[in-house]
């Protein structure tokens, strides 16, 4: 299968590289960046050198095609809304890792995104590639939009107990926390040293672009509305994200019971790791990797429970999950090309 990867020279094209560089079924035949063509790829990142030697290609989607099977677009919210129907009218298959495809309404994106959204039709054709929730949906379609990194890991805490009827839908709090590495490779005020090192601290409260997203998905699962509060943080990390997430319970549960529900729910889905009773996960533990490992607290004081989920969020909050869905979209084994044990410490 050849490949071609939109945004090349941005976090989320570097790591895509990574992996499928060891990809069995996948070359690389086509990186593309808009903004560096004509370059080396290892200009940018030299830690590529000897490995990718790829000079970056503009964005022509005819040149595409002639090079490519299915395309990567790791690009910046709007920038996808604009180039993937033209990749899809030519035909080629599409991965889109951007915000731009992922909800179902136009007013929806335009409000939370501030872009002008793609066409209706387009929208509804884009399939949700959250892997271990709607990876039957993803197999032999020509278009999926990969989650976001922090619906990733809140959605796969989240979704097993909502689905049970366990928790209530409308009590559900979200303190999700990311390395700088979510914020991506652009110089700004928000990643510079002095203001992210030894610092914690709060952005986009109540107004993050990815709170529809987790809505939408949670009232497919639960099957009427939900309301989240979310609250996101900025850490002095590199990489991972960690969502503490709190619910009021429907019934009386312990923590045994939730293990035991989410070992069940999520048997055979590789890159979830459910945590025994009374041990939680930490991001250090995932990353590098495509791994999501999830552990529970029950506060019978409060009637409350506590999931934390913690992914990666350049791997299993982009380019890994996009690979996952390429796998499930050929009808490969979803792991192929991305079973790495994570970097520890």
Known sequence: MKVAIVGSTGYGGVELIR???????????SVISASSAGESIAAGYPHLNQILMDTLDGVDPAEMKAKADVVFTATPSGVSTKLVPQLLAVGLKVIDLSGD?????????????????????????????????YGKDVVGVPFISNPGCYPTAALLGLGPALQAGWIDGDSIIID??????????????????????????????????????????LQDVHGKPVTVTFTTHLTPMTRGIMCTMYAKLNGSYADHDFVQLYSEHYAGRRFVRVRPE????????????????????????????????????????????????????????????????????
């Open 278 to 345: 009374g041990t939680w996960p930490a991001t250090k533990e995932v990353y590098g990797s495509n791994y999501c490992d999830i552990g529970f607290s029950v506060d019978k004081r409060t009637q409350r429970v506590t999931i934390i989920s913690v992914i990666d969020n350049v791997v299993k909050g982009a380019a890994g999950q996009a690979i996952q869905n390429l796998n499930l979209m050929m009808g490969w084994d979803e792991t192929t090309g991305l079973s790495y044990v994570p970097v520890y410490p």
């Open 176 to 217: 999700g926390k990311s390395g700088v590495s979510g914020a991506g490779r652009g110089v700004n005020l928000t990643s510079h040293y002095a203001e992210i090192n030894e610092n914690l601290k709060p952005y986009k409260v109540n107004r993050h672009q990815h709170i529809p997203e987790i809505e939408q998905v």
């Open 19 to 29: 992996f499928l560089i060891h990809h069995p079924g996948v070359e690389i035949t």
């Open 101 to 133: 495809f992922r909800l179902k309404s136009g007013e929806q994106y335009e409000h939370w995104y501030k872009h002008e959204p793609a066409p209706a039709e387009l929208l509804q054709s884009a399939v949700y590639g959250l892997s271990e929730w």
